[in-house]
Nanobody, 115 residues
């Protein structure tokens, strides 16, 4: 059974930082492109960042320079370091595992940026 479990969300003040983590069980983790997506209230889910098995990264333009995605294949973990957070970053953040036509999703973790 595939399980992607996110952690690390919470409430943070504008300008603050958070680190999200996701563990991927039930998949050959190192074979998958891992990613983070987010969905704000009333909006569509959008790409945050992806990372290939070899470590090549891709970011949405609005996250470049503020967010960093990384992975540890041995631990089956993917991380998202988020800096300089602003209220527009408030959303549910989802972990994604992608290979071919397969996509697996976690349940999401809430990130709220507010003073």
């Amino acid at each position: 059974q595939v399980q992607l479990v996110e952690s690390g969300g919470g409430l943070v003040q504008p300008g603050g930082s958070l680190r999200l983590s996701c563990v991927g069980d039930g998949i050959r983790f190192s074979f998958y492109v891992m990613g983070w997506y987010r969905q704000a209230p009333g909006k569509q889910r959008e790409l945050v960042a992806t990372i290939t098995s070899s470590g090549r990264t891709n970011y949405a333009d609005s996250m470049k320079g503020r967010f960093t995605i990384s992975r540890d294949n041995a631990k089956k973990m993917v991380y998202l370091q988020m800096n300089s957070l602003n209220p527009e970053d408030t959303a549910v953040y989802y972990c994604n595992a992608h290979i071919g036509t397969l996509d697996y999703w976690g349940q999401g973790t809430q990130v709220t940026v507010s003073s």
